[in-house]
């Protein structure tokens, strides 16, 4: 998977986790590297747009609520890596109103793209993350299945 595809996997993952969850799992990891705000969280609104039956002409569906943030991670504790001034800077978008929730995508996207984070990120949270949207989902098709009624037709009379 090139590094693109992760970054979107795991952005999504981000945006879509419950800020409860998020938020717990964030803060098990420890001695965080300290982080600036480019952007502070702001909300607003954003088009959302749909196909005509999937696959037919663009149309504009309506608003939704889009909380932002961007943040640049302090270069302090990870001198050694960052010598060269390279700067890392984390982007967070979530549907809704939650800054902090904005904020810890953010934080957890900056530290995704440093090699001495990523790995541990992604155990730590990401990983956690996708599996407890698995069970919702399973959990949802399960209750979705248990009111499905099956409908059969008898011939009459022949």
């Known amino acids: ?15 879509k986790a419950p800020l409860q969850e998020l938020e717990a799992l964030v803060g098990q ?3 965080l ?6 952007r502070s969280p702001e909300t607003g609104l954003t088009m959302v747009r749909g ?3 999937g696959v037919g002409e663009v149309f504009n569906l309506g ?4 909380t932002r943030c961007v943040v640049q991670l302090s270069s302090e504790p990870m001198a050694s890596v960052m010598a060269s001034e ?7 978008y979530v549907g809704g109103r939650s800054h902090r929730h904005a904020e810890l995508a953010a934080l957890c996207d900056g530290l995704l793209q440093h090699s001495d984070w990523q790995a541990r990120v992604q155990s730590a949270v990401i990983e956690p993350l996708t599996v407890m949207a698995q069970r ?8 979705t299945a248990a009111t499905k009624v099956d409908f059969f ?5 022949q």
Do not use: S
């Open 63 to 66: 608003e939704m609520t889009l």
């Open 136 to 143: 919702r989902r399973e959990q949802q098709q399960q209750q």
């Open 33 to 38: 590297p300290d982080y600036r705000f480019l």
């Open 51 to 53: 196909r005509a039956g």
């Open 153 to 157: 037709t008898m011939l009459r009379g």
């Open 29 to 31: 990891l420890e001695h």
């Open 1 to 15: 998977m090139d590094d693109l595809t992760a970054r979107k996997r795991w952005m999504a993952t981000l945006a």
């Open 86 to 92: 390279e700067t890392i800077t984390g982007f967070g």
